[in-house]
């Protein structure tokens, strides 16, 4: 499996992905054609330098997906941050290391990067993700809230 940088013949797969779950079915819309937001979505994010929309292709079918973005800021001394979203792991490879894999790529970039500390946020049902965020090394420092707009 090829971990690359996701293209616009891969947004599709990458949708399919994100609404592979019981989360992913009540916020995404995976219809034919593709809402047109998906496709602004997917050029904003490639036009930012600060931004990485990658895949796990395997033989040419995305199998995973991560975005990841840098944010410059002035707390920490300066420190740039790189936060991880939108992560998932096709339900038949769970548990089987792709996803290890993914987050082993994300975290040597954002040290390549510069970054001095990669964060993520997960929805708090998703307890087998937590576990997994855990084992990897990520701890529980803060409690994250969002405001829907």
Same mark, same amino acid.
């Given at each position: ?5 996701a ?13 592979? $779950? ?10 034919e054609p ?13 036009? $930012?330098?600060?931004?990485?929309l ?5 033989q040419?079918?995305?199998v ?10 002035? *707390? ?38 510069? *970054?001095?500390?990669?964060q993520?946020t997960t929805?708090k *049902? ?5 576990r ?6 990520f ?10 707009l």
């Open positions: 499996m090829l971990i690359r940088d293209r616009r013949a891969d947004v599709v797969g990458i949708v399919r992905l994100l609404a592979d $779950d019981v989360l992913g079915r009540q916020r995404e819309r995976l219809a593709l809402p047109e937001a998906y496709w602004r979505a997917f050029e904003a994010i490639e036009r $930012d330098p600060n931004n990485r990658v895949v796990l292709d395997d040419g079918t995305v995973g997906c991560l975005q990841l973005t840098f944010i410059p800021g002035l *707390s920490h001394q300066g420190a740039e941050r790189a936060q991880i979203e939108g992560v998932r792991i096709a339900a038949g490879l769970r548990g089987q290391g792709a996803g290890k894999r993914l987050f082993e790529w994300a975290i040597a970039e954002a040290r390549r990067h510069g *970054s001095r500390m990669l993520l929805d *049902s998703r307890t087998d993700a937590q997994f965020y855990l084992e990897l090394g701890r529980q420092t803060h409690e994250g809230m969002k405001l829907d």
